[in-house]
């Protein structure tokens, strides 16, 4: 990682913590944000093996 991300993301992080929410809501945001995007992965992945055997 180069100094300029850890600093972007230093500077991120002090904005956020700055507006009210703290940290951990943010982290805790993002987190659900990641398994959401989980879901929608395993949701296509799927599709794409139904669309594979539909093929054959």
Not at 10 to 29: E, P
């Amino acid at each position: 990682m180069c100094v300029s991300q850890k600093t972007r993301c230093y500077i991120a992080g002090k904005v956020a913590a700055s507006q009210h929410g703290s940290l951990q809501d943010l982290v805790t945001k993002q987190q659900q944000e990641i398994l959401e995007i989980k879901e929608q992965m395993k949701k296509l992945a799927k599709k794409l093996v139904v669309q594979e055997q539909e093929k054959v």
